[in-house]
């Protein structure tokens, strides 16, 4: 979600153009709210490694292997504090895509796990099916 693109929403929660620092905090909120080893472990049957750069899907030191950079640790309690903190103690709405793809085994599994941990901390998740 850009500036100038379709669906940019500078009011998002997660982006508050007006409380960048709320933005923050709900963006944390959610990334602390995915369990990502239980993703691997559980989705994925252990098939892969839990990355630390956003949106990484190959291999490679830039994702994986920066000592200096960890993955975001899993807490829920943390998670409905930092939202708490940017502005949404009841949590918000959100439509979010649940992605099918052709030799991505367990992509949709992924996002459909997302969607329940997210809604775990009080987001209302809107899932649709896209392929």
Do not use: C, H
């Amino acid at each position: 979600m850009y500036p100038g693109r379709p669906g940019y929403d500078s009011k998002a929660p997660w982006i508050q153009v007006d409380a960048p620092d709320k933005a923050r905090k709900v963006r944390e909120a959610l990334s602390v709210a995915i369990d990502r080893q239980a993703i691997l472990d559980k989705i994925l049957k252990g098939q892969g490694q839990v990355a630390i750069a956003p949106f990484a899907f190959i291999t490679g030191d830039f994702a994986f292997n920066k000592s200096d950079w960890k993955a975001p640790k899993y807490d829920v309690a943390a998670a409905k504090r930092l939202l708490t903190e940017g502005g949404y103690p009841n949590g918000f709405s959100i439509e979010m895509p649940i992605y099918t793809l052709a030799g991505r085994t367990g992509l949709d599994g992924i996002g459909q796990a997302v969607a329940g941990m997210w809604e775990a901390i009080g987001v209302k998740v809107k899932q649709t099916p896209i392929e």
